[in-house]
């Protein structure tokens, strides 16, 4: 009696507040006590399963189980030594009882399709981790199609792939915007109300990640972390440049247009400072950067210019920030660009 009397309620909602519109995604936890919280799980289950069945939510999970991952390494030559330093992060494993593959995004060629479920890390820490649910009818599937909407009108008068790359470029800059926060804002109000639950950088006691190697198995981290469909960040209309470079990457593909994510990082002339960036590679080697709202096309490494000490030879150097070559050029910071050897997630069970 109190199923059907729970449905019941789950069919009045559905019919009327959520009538047509993409369901705003829940992401507070229950809290109260063991008992109160198992109820309130229970129904909100129910409530997310009858959404996905209406379209109005993506069919992800809500958490996913953990482990820290060695992502790239590299060496910078000291005066007196060479010096290993390794970049980690933490990355979604497979579910028990589940078909969910782990998979190295980085092995994606430029032709590859994008996986129609998936979840990734977003490569940073004291965060969440990122779904796609790119099923016909899914709330990002009609993102996806108003925006290639938008792409088409832009290019109406030329439908050259160069227009298509560049609306798509403008399209995910205006529409998701960068994070833009200093430290003390950052440590005040998080960009996003999700930020606030996922303190979970913690690896395991007792490892030492300079010492591990991009081969190395990844380490389970033995806590589970919330998923954040990625149209929820396209509604926030913010987004750090994963989130961005996922999005320009499935619409590019989308659209036709040969490209993979670029996962990595930067190192620029100015402050030497190495920090994790993606962005979107097309078959020529350019470089999409919605977060930057560029298209960078990196200098031929026969011209033989590697950062200072770094021992790679994985390294792109970008002269600045070039356009396209009717357009103003925007001159920024000579800048290094390495693309991790491995970048785990996984892809979702049909």
């Not at 950088?201 to 469909?229: M, Q, R």
């Amino acid at each position: 009696m109190l199923g059907k009397a729970l449905l019941a309620l789950l069919l009045f909602i559905g019919g009327t507040a959520f009538a047509g519109k993409v369901r705003p995604v829940s992401l507070t936890p229950p809290t109260g006590s063991w008992c109160g919280q198992w109820v309130l799980r229970s129904v909100a289950d129910l409530e997310r399963r009858y959404l996905i069945h209406r379209g109005l939510l993506a069919n992800l999970p809500w958490e996913m189980p953990t482990a820290f991952a060695v992502n790239h390494r590299y060496e910078v030559q000291k005066p007196d030594k060479i010096e290993p330093y390794t970049l980690y992060s933490e990355v979604p494993t497979a579910r028990r009882g589940t078909k969910d593959s782990v998979f190295d995004f980085t092995k994606l060629s430029f032709t590859d399709p994008v996986p129609a479920r998936f979840i990734i890390g977003d490569g940073m820490r004291h965060r969440t981790l990122l779904g796609v649910d790119l099923t016909p009818g899914s709330p990002l599937y009609r993102e996806i199609e108003r925006a290639k909407v938008s792409v088409r009108w832009l290019t109406q008068n030329d439908k050259s792939p160069d227009a298509i790359i560049k609306a798509i470029s403008r399209n995910v800059a205006n529409q998701m915007g960068p994070v833009i926060r200093n430290k003390e804002q950052r440590e005040k109000e998080p960009a996003f109300t999700w930020q606030q639950m996922s303190d979970t950088d913690t690896p395991p006691k007792g490892i030492d990640f300079e010492e591990l190697f991009v081969e190395h198995e990844p380490i389970a981290s033995h806590h589970n972390v919330l998923v954040v469909p990625l149209e929820a960040n396209i509604q926030a209309a913010e987004g750090y440049c994963l989130w961005q470079a996922i999005y320009a990457w499935i619409l590019l593909r989308s659209l036709g247009i040969p490209s993979r994510p670029f996962f990595g990082g930067n190192a620029t002339s100015a402050t030497g400072l190495i920090t994790g960036h993606t962005s979107v590679e097309l078959s020529d080697r350019r470089i999409v950067d919605p977060s930057g709202w560029i298209i960078i096309t990196p200098e031929p490494k026969s011209a033989g210019r590697y950062p200072i000490n770094l021992i790679d030879d994985d390294w792109l150097f970008l002269p600045g920030y070039l356009s396209y070559p009717d357009e103003e050029t925007t001159v920024g910071w000579d800048t290094w660009r390495f693309r991790y050897r491995r970048f785990l997630g996984v892809v979702l069970e049909p």
